[in-house]
């Protein structure tokens, strides 16, 4: 396998979950290079239903402190960003800018499991998207789900059109807390091939 020698080392391989952070910050400008290459992984007719809360000063953190696990409370606090990975559930009303063909947009209004299904799937998709930009990019990523989708939700998104899907907290990682990394299941146990 041939690549640049440094790419599927900093994207994958030599990549790892950050458990603490520096105190380095993080521009916005950073934050906005990051969006800029994550936006542009497909999504399902080109949906682009995830959106990204950029919770960047210790104020805004706090907010989502009632709705953490314990377990992640030390690293989000700690974290120079925390991003809300959200989907937005009316994602269809932006399809006449970004789909080529008429009717998407009536097409997801008229059909709210289609919507639903989609936007989940395809705004999963765009935080993964995002957390690849973010490595290739030099930033060391947190993602979490150990936390109460409802307290974000109520805290951030009272209007409800947005959605929490998972947390990410953003930044150069302290190597001294990583964890040992864990086994990854082999080809044989997680690939079928017919």
Not at 33 to 49: C, E
Not at 79 to 84: C, D, K, L, Q, S
Request: aromatic share 10%.
């Amino acid at each position: 396998m041939t690549h640049t020698p440094t790419s599927l080392e900093q994207i994958f391989l030599d990549a790892r979950t950050a458990n603490g952070f520096t105190d380095k910050p993080v521009p916005l400008s950073l934050l906005q290079q990051v969006y800029a290459l994550a936006r542009m992984g497909p999504t399902s007719m080109n949906t682009q239903p995830t959106r990204y809360v950029f919770l960047t000063t210790p104020a805004s953190r706090q907010r989502l402190r009632p709705a953490l696990s314990e377990g992640n409370l030390d690293k989000t606090m700690s974290a120079p960003v925390t991003v809300i990975v959200a989907t937005d559930t009316r994602f269809y009303e932006f399809m006449p800018e970004v789909w080529h063909r008429e009717g998407a947009r009536e097409m997801f209004a008229g059909n709210a499991a289609l919507a639903q299904g989609t936007a989940t799937r395809n705004g999963t998709l765009g935080g993964a998207y995002f957390m690849v930009a973010a490595r290739a990019l030099g930033l060391d990523c947190g993602p979490m789900s150990g936390f109460d989708i409802a307290k974000v939700n109520a805290e951030f998104f009272p209007d409800g059109r947005w959605q929490a899907n998972f947390l990410i907290s953003l930044g150069y990682g302290d190597a001294s807390l990583l964890f040992a990394r864990n086994a990854r299941l082999s080809f044989e146990q997680a690939c079928l091939v017919l």
